[in-house]
Each structure stands twice: as structure tokens, then as C-alpha cells.
């Protein structure tokens, strides 16, 4: 008989009822003192489970001192027995922990290959979306009317945007204030004095018309309208198929977009045109200094530009990611979008070549051109800053900190003053073009996710989140 863990002939030895093994007595001892397991199988062990050999043998004699051979012998078979017991639990420690590696890099290598092909058919997805694009119309518009092209654009349109942009551009820069516009004194006095009920709750968008008299406005429940400043009542309701995410006035049409993707137009209360070329929701509309170009951009990462005069899409240009926020500049030459890649990316609209591109932080949920075109005025997703660019040296102006958090935009026609809105209140900063300075004008706690200046600035307009447009002027 050998000792399972020594090897060697037991001098004592002992045999487990768990295994059936046989072991030295001290050993194995030691080794439950230690594990509690039988070394064989890795089975729980106790003193109780081993039945001693009886085996014929010479009775030792009593242990010498260590002062002679024989005890020198004993205490070096002793410590022969705990190398031997010791060596024995880091083979089998050696065993598990290989196995235990090679299981570890066996997963490993199984989620990396999982985590390539998820990456690869997400792409692939993506891919897939930007490229979707509806060809059909809904409502009165014609089916041909609806044929979506990337390529550039009709030269009726291109013909009436350098027009515009001829009119506009020689003029804008030196412009003198109207008469009669407010000033930044008068501003820092404006109070709310009037307020509605609440219209339609949800809605993200404020637009008033020409006048100054009808506002915009739309809700989560599919409905848009137009309220009346003076009468402080409903004058037109407009019902689209989906939630309404943004509303702009283009002349005397509204232009309505929803989370369905779809663009609808309405003139005299009535729909006059529908368009469906989003493969998801539309996120903003922008109205082109022609008055009859309509810009839209949405989560499929495209903008659409729409010709009202002929109800017709006109162009369809996709970039590399979600689109969150457009406008126009001033002159029509080019538009901007915010991206959902928190970049500004800038188009020639004439024939959609990317023509520049201004790094932000986050998503940029709003943007603003000032009136004579040099700045322009965005605001990140959470921000409580807005950040002004040159757009002359393509470099931050200013970055105008307010402490609230921010959601919209609206800079004024003279180009002095920047309201900005959020659910805390709101904000009109002021530009003094003969000293280059920023300074606060107002400051108030009507909340707001939409902002519009009224005729001649001599009021603010607010809608909050529950539709409650709000008018903030001189008591």
C-alpha cells in the first residue's frame, strides 16, 4: 500500500470511505485540518470518515533526541511529509487555475466575436436608415411632386435664392435700427402681462407671424394652432398624425412637422401641400429668406428642402448622423444644422457641398444667425451656455454663461439682442457693436421652450410646456 499524497508506504495508514484511497494518517490529517476535502476527489472530509489499516509491523522504540541520527531521521521524513503535502496542493491548485484560464479566454474570445457582429449589423443598420427615403405624398400633393433627389437644385430655385441673396447681402451689414425699436433700458423693465390657457400641452416651438400678432404653436396631441396675441383666443386649428415637434410660419402658411416624419403645410386653415420624405422624426423646420423654400431635418440624419410655389421636394441631402436643429442664414446661401454628433455642419444650399463645420460638446438642440450674418448662436443639449461664433474668422466669439438651462433661441432683427429660453426662465442678452461688449438686458423666471421677440422688440413671447403662451412687456 502507497499513500495517494506521499507516495510512499504509510506507516500509519488510513483509508477514506469517501474514495476509497489510502493515506498516511498524519497527512491526511493535516490536509483536512487545512481543506476539509478529500484529496483524491474534492469531496468533503472529516476525521470520522477514515477507518485505520491494522497492519503487522515492528514496534518503534521511543523517538531519540535530536541529538542523534535516527531523530534527525524523524524530523526529516516529518518535514519530507510536508513538502510532499504541500507540493501535492499546488499541482492540484495548478490544474483548476488552468482550467479556469482556458474557460476565462474561451469567453473572452466568444464575446469579442459577438460584439464584431453586433457592431458590424448595427452599421450595416444605419447604413440602411440614412439611405430610406418615402417617395409617396400624403394629402393634396402629386406623387411626382415627391420624388426625393440629392442632386442639385431646380434652376427656378437656384434663380430665386441668388436673387434673395444679391437683395440681402449688400444691404444687411449696414443697416441702421429701425425707429422705434426697443432699447436695452426698456427691455430690463418687461414684465409678463398677459398669459393664455393652456393651448396645447407638449408642444417644443414658437413662431408668430409678420405681424407680430399670431403665434405658432403645436402640442404632443397631433393638434397645431394659431393664436391671436390681441383677442387672446384660438383662430385656426391644424390637426397632423403625430406628436408635433415643430411649427414655423412661412408668409401666411404654417408649416407643421411631426414625430411621424411628416411636413404638412396649411393656408387659410386648410392643408395645401404634405410631404413624407423622413425615414423617422422630423426634429426642426427652417423657413428660407425667400419665404417659399422650406427647410426640415430629422433622427435620418438628411435635410429636405421643399419649394411651397410647386408643392414639390426639391432636394434631399444626408450627412453622418442625426440632425436636431436648422436655420438659414440671413442672405439664403447657406444652412446650418445642429447634429446629433454635437457638430454644427454648415451647407451650400445651392448644391448641398458641405461648406463648413463648428465643433460643440453635445448635441446642439438649437441654433440662431444673428440678423446681419456675422454671429451665430448655438446651444448645446442640458446646457446653461450659449456659444457664440465669428462666423468671419470661423472661431467662438463669446461663450454667454446664464446659469439656467437652455432650450431655444431667438435673436432679434436689429441683431442687439439674443433671447434665449428654458425651463428655469429666460434670458435676453445684449450686443453693444461699439464697444464689442455682452451684457444681461432681462431676466426672467417665465419658463419657456419657445421664444419669439414681438413687433419691434417692444415685447417677448414665451410658451412654456404646457402650452401657456406668455407675453412679457412694459406695464
Keep these: 500500500m502507497l499513500c495517494a499524497i506521499s507516495g510512499e508506504a504509510p506507516q500509519v495508514p488510513v483509508v477514506s470511505t469517501k474514495s476509497g484511497s489510502v493515506f498516511e494518517k498524519r497527512l491526511i490529517e493535516g490536509y483536512i485540518a487545512e481543506t476539509g476535502k478529500d484529496p483524491v476527489t474534492g469531496e468533503d472530509l472529516s476525521a470520522d470518515d477514515l477507518v485505520e489499516l491494522k497492519t503487522s509491523r515492528i514496534v518503534r522504540p521511543r523517538p531519540p533526541t535530536l541529538t542523534s541520527i535516527p531523530s534527525l531521521l524523524g524530523v526529516f521524513q516529518e518535514e519530507w511529509d510536508?513538502?510532499?503535502?504541500?507540493?501535492?496542493?499546488?499541482?492540484?491548485?495548478?490544474?483548476?487555475?488552468?482550467?479556469?484560464?482556458?474557460?476565462?479566454?474561451?469567453?473572452?474570445?466568444?464575446?469579442?466575436?459577438?460584439?464584431?457582429?453586433?457592431?458590424?449589423?448595427?452599421?450595416?443598420?444605419?447604413?440602411?436608415?440614412?439611405?430610406?427615403?418615402?417617395?409617396?405624398?400624403?394629402?393634396?400633393?402629386?406623387?411626382?411632386?415627391?420624388?426625393?433627389?440629392?442632386?442639385?437644385?431646380?434652376?427656378?430655385?437656384?434663380?430665386?435664392?441668388?436673387?434673395?441673396?444679391?437683395?440681402?447681402?449688400?444691404?444687411r451689414s449696414k443697416r441702421p435700427i429701425p425707429d422705434g425699436w426697443a432699447s436695452g433700458d426698456a427691455i430690463?423693465?418687461?414684465?409678463?402681462?398677459?398669459?393664455?390657457?393652456?393651448?396645447?400641452?407638449?408642444?417644443?416651438?414658437?413662431?408668430?407671424?409678420?405681424?407680430?400678432?399670431?403665434?405658432?404653436?403645436?402640442?404632443?396631441?397631433?393638434?397645431?394652432?394659431?393664436?391671436?396675441?390681441?383677442?387672446?383666443?384660438?383662430?385656426?386649428?391644424?390637426?397632423?398624425?403625430?406628436?408635433?415637434?415643430?411649427?414655423?410660419?412661412?408668409?401666411?402658411?404654417?408649416?407643421?412637422?411631426?414625430?411621424?416624419?411628416?411636413?404638412?403645410?396649411?393656408?387659410?386653415?386648410?392643408?395645401?401641400?404634405?410631404?413624407?420624405?423622413?425615414?423617422?422624426?422630423?426634429?426642426?423646420?427652417?423657413?428660407?429668406?425667400?419665404?417659399?423654400?422650406?427647410?426640415?431635418?430629422?433622427?435620418?440624419?438628411?435635410?429636405?428642402?421643399?419649394?411651397?410655389?410647386?408643392?414639390?421636394?426639391?432636394?434631399?441631402?444626408?450627412?453622418?448622423?442625426?440632425?436636431?436643429?436648422?436655420?438659414?442664414?440671413?442672405?439664403?446661401?447657406?444652412?446650418?444644422?445642429?447634429?446629433?454628433?454635437g457638430q454644427i455642419h454648415v451647407y451650400d444650399v445651392k448644391s448641398g457641398a458641405a461648406a463648413a463645420n463648428f465643433p460643440m460638446s453635445a448635441p446642439v438642440t438649437n441654433l440662431e444667425f444673428s440678423e446681419n450674418g456675422f454671429f451665430m448662436a448655438a446651444v448645446t443639449e442640458n446646457s446653461t451656455a450659449i456659444t457664440v461664433w465669428d462666423l468671419r474668422k470661423s472661431k467662438i466669439h463669446k461663450v454667454l454663461e446664464t446659469g439656467t438651462q437652455i432650450s431655444t433661441l431667438s435673436w432679434d432683427y436689429s441683431g442687439q439682442f439674443l433671447l434665449s429660453g428654458g425651463p428655469n426662465g429666460l434670458t435676453v442678452q445684449q450686443y453693444t457693436k461699439s464697444t464689442k461688449d455682452w451684457s444681461e438686458s432681462l431676466r426672467s423666471a417665465v419658463p419657456a421652450v419657445g421664444v419669439a421677440w414681438g413687433p419691434s422688440a417692444q415685447s417677448v413671447l414665451a410658451v412654456n410646456a404646457e402650452g401657456v403662451v406668455s407675453v412679457l412687456a412694459q406695464s
Design 188 to 341: 430690463q423693465t418687461y414684465k409678463p402681462t398677459a398669459s393664455s390657457e393652456p393651448l396645447y400641452p407638449g408642444g417644443r416651438s414658437l413662431s408668430v407671424d409678420s405681424t407680430g400678432d399670431l403665434a405658432l404653436v403645436g402640442g404632443v396631441d397631433g393638434i397645431a394652432g394659431i393664436y391671436s396675441i390681441s383677442n387672446q383666443q384660438v383662430v385656426q386649428t391644424f390637426k397632423v398624425d403625430g406628436p408635433v415637434t415643430d411649427a414655423v410660419f412661412a408668409g401666411s402658411k404654417a408649416v407643421v412637422a411631426s414625430a411621424t416624419g411628416t411636413v404638412k403645410i396649411f393656408e387659410n386653415g386648410v392643408e395645401s401641400a404634405s410631404f413624407a420624405s423622413h425615414a423617422g422624426e422630423v426634429t426642426a423646420v427652417a423657413v428660407h429668406p425667400t419665404g417659399d423654400i422650406i427647410g426640415s431635418v430629422g433622427v435620418d440624419k438628411s435635410y429636405v428642402l421643399y419649394d411651397t410655389t410647386t408643392s414639390s421636394v426639391v432636394s434631399q441631402v444626408y450627412g453622418n448622423a442625426g440632425l436636431l436643429s436648422a436655420k438659414f442664414h440671413p442672405d439664403g446661401h447657406l444652412l446650418a444644422v445642429g447634429g446629433a454628433d
Design 82 to 171: 510536508a513538502l510532499a503535502l504541500e507540493t501535492y496542493t499546488l499541482r492540484q491548485t495548478l490544474v483548476q487555475t488552468r482550467q479556469e484560464l482556458s474557460t476565462a479566454l474561451y469567453q473572452h474570445d466568444a464575446a469579442v466575436r459577438v460584439i464584431a457582429r453586433l457592431t458590424k449589423e448595427r452599421d450595416e443598420a444605419r447604413d440602411a436608415l440614412s439611405k430610406i427615403s418615402v417617395g409617396s405624398a400624403r394629402g393634396p400633393s402629386t406623387g411626382d411632386a415627391m420624388q426625393v433627389d440629392s442632386a442639385g437644385l431646380p434652376d427656378a430655385v437656384v434663380a430665386r435664392i441668388e436673387e434673395t441673396q444679391a437683395l440681402l447681402s449688400k444691404s
